[in-house]
C-alpha cells in the first residue's frame, strides 16, 4: 500500500479540498480517515509530519486534491505554513509552559 507523508497542515487542506466535492470523487472511507488523523494529530504541530497508508484509488484521490490545491494558488503551501505558524504562536501564548 502506498503511504503519504504530509503535515497536519497539509492534511487538512486536503480534507477541504476532498469535502468541497468540486470536481473530486473521494473513495469510501479517505475522508473519514484523513478525520481521524487531523483529530489524532495535535494541533499545536502543524509541520510535524503524519503518514497515511492508502490504497491506489485513495492515493490517486489525494493526488487530485494536492494538484487542485496547487493549480488554484501556486503559494499554497508557504501559505499553510505561515497560518500554521501563526496557529501555532497563539496557541503557545494561550497555553504558556507551566
Keep these: ?58 492515493r490517486d484521490a489525494v493526488v487530485a486534491a494536492q494538484d487542485a490545491l496547487v493549480r488554484r494558488d501556486p503559494h499554497v503551501r508557504q501559505r499553510i505554513a505561515s497560518v500554521a505558524e501563526a496557529v501555532e504562536i497563539i496557541h503557545d501564548h494561550q497555553h504558556p509552559p507551566q
Design 1 to 58: 500500500m502506498p503511504r503519504i507523508v504530509q503535515s497536519r497542515a497539509e492534511w487538512k487542506s486536503i480534507a477541504g479540498e476532498l469535502a468541497g466535492g468540486h470536481h473530486l470523487i473521494s473513495p469510501p472511507g479517505l475522508r473519514q480517515r484523513i478525520q481521524a488523523l487531523l483529530r489524532q494529530a495535535p494541533r499545536g504541530w502543524p509541520e510535524q509530519p503524519f503518514a497515511l497508508e492508502l490504497d491506489e484509488s485513495s
